[in-house]
Each structure stands twice: as C-alpha cells, then as structure tokens.
C-alpha cells in the first residue's frame, strides 16, 4: 500500500484541532491576552476555575479581575514588570473567585511572538495548587509549633535551673517573677502563701501590668483550694468564678503549690484582655490551653523549688540556731559579729555588743537539777527572741552565756536596753513539773566599738571585763567598763 500523503493544509488543521483539544480538555486554567494584556480568550478549565465567563473578562487584565485583598503587592508588581519586559514569568499567586473564595494558582506568564519577531499575545497558564499551600501552611504551622515547644521546654529546663539554685526564699521569689513573666507574657499573675496560722494567704510576689492583687485572700476565696486541684476558668461550659477575683470575664488559672504533701500557696495567673470579646475564640482557647499545660508544669516546679528552700532554710538555720534557746549560736556569732563590725565602721554609727550571765547557775544546776537549768536557759532564750526590738541579734555562745548585738546602739542607749532585759529577767515566775523555781537574776556588761577597740575580740573582751566587775560588785547589774584590766576569776557559787 502506498503511504498516505499529508498536505501543508491538513496538518495546519490537525495541529489546530489537537489544540483545541488541549485547551478544551487540559485542567490548567488558560488565558490569551493581547500585547496590552486585554484579555481575549479563556478555555473552560478557566471559567470552572474562576467562575467567569469569557464575556465578563472580555477586554479587561486578569489580574484585575482576579487579584484582591490579601494577594501579595509584591507578587503582582513582579508579573507588571515581567509584562512590560516582554519576558516569561511564573509565580505563586493568590487569587479570588467570582463567589470571592481565593485560591492559590501556579501561574505562567509567556509572551508570544510571530515569524518576524512581533510580540502578538500573552499566554497565562493557571494551575489550582491550593491543597499544596494549605499542606505547606499546615507544616509551616507544625514546624512553628515545634520550634515554640522547643523554646518552652529550653525556658522551662533553664527555670527549673534557677528556681533550684535560689538559696534564699527571697531569691526564689525574684526567680519566680522573671521566669513567669517570661514564659507566660500574655498573663499577670501573684504567687499566695499561707500565714503561720493557716488562716489567709498572704502575697509574696506578683508580676505583669495588672493592679496591685490583694495582700491577703480567703482559702475559702479559691475554688481550686477548697477542691484541692488546679482550676482553670474561661475553657469549661460549667465554670464559676472564684471570690478573689476582681475582672468575672477574665480567663485565669489557681494552682495550688504544694510542699512535702501539704498546700502551702496559691499561683493566680490572669489573662486580662481575654474575655470573650477580647480576642478571636478559636485562638483564645488555643491560647490558653497551652499556656495550662505551662503553667501546670510551673506550678509543680515552683513546688518542689519552694519545698527545696525550705529544707535548706530549715538545715541551714539549725546549723547556726542553738537547739535549746532558739537563739543564734556561736558560729552564727563568730560571723555576724565581723560583719556588723565591718557594716558600723563603714557608715560611722555606733555599735555596742552586751555580754550576759545568768547568776549563780551551776549552783542552781546543782540544787534543782539540769531539767530545772535548761527550763532557765529557754525561757531566757525566749524573752530575749520576744523582748527584743527589730535589729538586735541575742545569741548563746554556751553554758549560761549570752550576747547581744546592738547596731546604732552608743553606750547610754545600750545600758538602757540592759538594764531592761535584766528587770525583765528578774520577773521571772518559774515552774516546772509542778514546783516554784527560785528567781533567777543576770549581770551584763557593756563593750563598745571604738571605745574598746576595732574588732570583735577586742570589743568582747572588754564586754566580758565588764561582766566580770558586775559579778564581783554583787551580781544581778550592768557595768560598762573602760580599763580593761585583767578581772579576777568568778566563783559561781560564791553567796
């Protein structure tokens, strides 16, 4: 058989009718523009795509008809400039619908031109990629979300750091501001611990921009102590708002914070402007969800870091407490005294240190009993931890022997205070296991700095030299002494 024979005019008409088929057929959303970019023809991918038909995008720019609010400034001037180069182009695009839904195209821009090199036309290809952008939106949002979880948990393990390092209850409480203010930034919020009797709970820190939280609340205030679990308000469809709150629409969190077993606290986080009509719901509780999980973590941290304080507190104090009297102890003396020394020297104040002893107290040991002298020394210990004002320290170096230390105190207002405690001391009604003890009286001398000399030895021996004449002029006094001479030895059991 003889091959068949295609004429120039019969592949003219198949490439037109392949086209057409290619343009009637394809998914690719195609438009035709002349040079000026007036539109000319679009294919029913495009009307399906769009929802425009060729009549209502006759003559106009496409870009005009489907660019809007939120298509990228940016983006579109890119394809203005392409188009007055004559040269192609291809970008992702957001564009809106007749119906004004938007969606994401692939687009290509391409001029065309004819044998002679004339640009003729441009052809725009539009391929729908918007399941693609919402899929890299999702893991755009996931690796954030990531990077956010990652970043909490650096902040969470660096305050746990610090909230374990505080040594003091005081720098605990400095920790515990910056670190929630830092990872909870949207929230204000007041850390509550209970008074010694239990009955309130007192404020001990806040952060944030709110008013000033009230200095004390109610246990029965809190709906998340009065459950005995951590209550979140502004997430539930059944939620009541607890007494202490001030702002009922404001979201907010209570957790209790517990040591060794025992509710000790209160966290109160607050979420002002939060309410309902603050910000949009579906981010609001978003929001807030995470920031629960947060602040539940924080709460068990600030937990266990105010449980450790404590029990460093509680070692750390009966290292330098005398067991019996409570009083400071001798290695608690030996540095302080050094340093209120130093502290005096430097502001040019006075500072006085009063040596004291109890009266005849190994006889009294020997005629009632050790049982009978420790009751003495505590009791003693105790009307010098009550009787004392605000600024004095009394310790017990040992045995019956006691110091005071008086910062601002010249030597007239440290007689004074002496004196007092003596007259105190001798007032003293005691019994114990059923029986009137005999009086007790003591004798304190009186050592200055400056007068004395410049350190504590010096001082306290001039103290002590002073007690020793107080002993021998008949007991139950006060001497300040200003030669220090060597004092004869003290016959405790001497009448």
Known sequence: MCAQTITPLQAINDEVFYAELVMRHSSDAVVICDPERKTLWVNSAFIQQTGYSLDELRGKEPGTVLQGTETSQKTAHEIDSACRQRREIRVDILNYTKTGESFWVDLKVTPVYDSTGRHTHFISTMRDITERKCLEAQNEEMRHAEALRQSERQLLALTSEWLYSAKSFEELLMVIRRAMHTLITEADGALYIYDSGR?????????????????????????????????????????????????????????????????????????????????????????????????????????????????????????????????????????????????????????????????????????????????????????????????????????????????????????????????????????????????????????????????????????????YRAKNGGRNRVVSCVNQEQAPEIDDNEP
């Open 199 to 467: 009955t309130m709970l007192e404020l001990v820190a806040s952060w944030g921009t709110m008013p000033e939280f009230d200095l004390h609340i109610m246990p029965d205030d809190c709906w998340a102590l009065r459950r005995g679990r951590a209550y979140a308000f502004g997430l539930k469809p059944i939620e009541f708002v607890c007494d202490h709150v001030s702002k009922p629409g404001t979201p907010y969190f209570c957790l209790p914070i517990v040591a060794h077993g025992e509710t000790i606290g209160l966290l109160h986080i607050v979420f002002d402007g939060f309410e309902e009509g603050g910000i949009m719901r579906n981010l609001r509780d978003e929001v807030l969800r995470n920031r629960w999980d947060i602040s539940l973590i924080c709460a068990e941290q600030i937990s266990l870091a105010v449980a450790n304080v404590r029990l460093r507190q509680e070692l750390h104090e009966k290292s330098e407490r005398d067991p019996l009297t409570g009083l400071w102890n001798r290695r608690w003396f030996t540095e302080h005294s050094k340093l209120k020394v130093n502290i005096a020297q430097y502001s040019g104040k006075p500072l006085a240190f009063i040596a004291l002893d109890i009266d005849r107290f190994k006889q009294y040991n020997d005629e009632h009993g050790h049982e009978a002298g420790d009751f003495v020394l505590s009791e003693t210990g105790r009307l010098l931890s009550d009787y004392l004002p605000e600024g004095l320290s009394a310790c017990r170096l040992g045995g019956e022997e006691f110091v005071i230390i008086c910062p601002d105190h010249d030597e007239e207002m440290a007689i004074n205070q002496a004196e007092a405690i003596r007259l105190e001391i001798a007032k003293f009604q005691l019994v114990t296991s059923g029986r009137l003890l005999p009086q007790i009286t003591v004798s304190a001398g009186i050592g200055l700095l400056g007068r004395d000399g410049q350190t504590v030895d010096e001082i306290m021996k001039a103290a002590d030299l002073a007690l």
